[in-house]
């Protein structure tokens, strides 16, 4: 069986190797900050929930349980954090910047479409919690298991919060006249 590199730079981290934690930090910033930014629908809010969530794991690196995987251990502690804000700041923001342009970003492309905008528009106005199961699957493209180690629930519990927002979602599209 081959070795989890993530496990290998938390234990070498974990032996004095400060390095080995920014490696961490440099795979999964990029992530981690996608996530954070589609629940708090904010930038700043998102690069705190980010940084704070790699403060936390790195305090608490010593209980990282080695059976299970780093990037849904640090998921969870991001999207907590993500939660913690949102539910704090009951702001209202959008989740796409105006005037996105085109990139070799995905994402930011498909910001660009009118459809994708409804969704994002859409997306605002379900709970932080039902928010973050969308984005963790369809966005981030998680597994209901995965997903289940990062809010820490049952696999048939995500599936069917999951399906109540999806049908939240939905019914928010045809409620503003936008097919879903």
Excluded at 4 to 20: F, H, I, N
Excluded at 71 to 79: G, M, N, P, T
Aim: contains cysteine.
């Amino acid at each position: 069986m081959a070795k989890d590199p993530d496990a290998m730079l938390v234990r070498a981290c974990l032996s004095g190797d400060s390095s080995a934690y920014q490696v961490l930090v440099g795979k999964y910033t990029g992530p981690l900050y996608n996530v954070t930014y589609r629940i708090t629908r904010s930038r700043e809010d998102a690069a705190d929930a980010t940084q704070a969530a790699f403060v936390k794991a790195y305090e608490k690196l010593g209980a990282f349980d080695f059976h299970h995987r780093f990037f849904s251990w640090i998921y969870r502690i991001a999207v907590n954090e993500a939660l913690d804000l949102a539910g704090r700041s009951g702001r209202e923001r959008p989740l796409v910047a105006d005037g996105a342009s085109a990139s070799d970003d995905p994402e930011r492309d498909c910001a660009a479409t009118e459809s994708c905008q409804h969704l994002e528009r859409a997306l605002q106005e379900l709970e932080p919690g039902e928010r973050a199961l969308v984005v963790l699957k369809h966005l981030q493209g998680l597994s209901y298991a995965e997903i289940g180690e990062v809010v820490d629930l049952p696999e048939k519990t995500v599936k069917s919060r999951l399906f109540s927002a999806r049908h939240r979602l939905r019914g928010i599209l045809i409620e503003k006249g936008w097919s879903p």
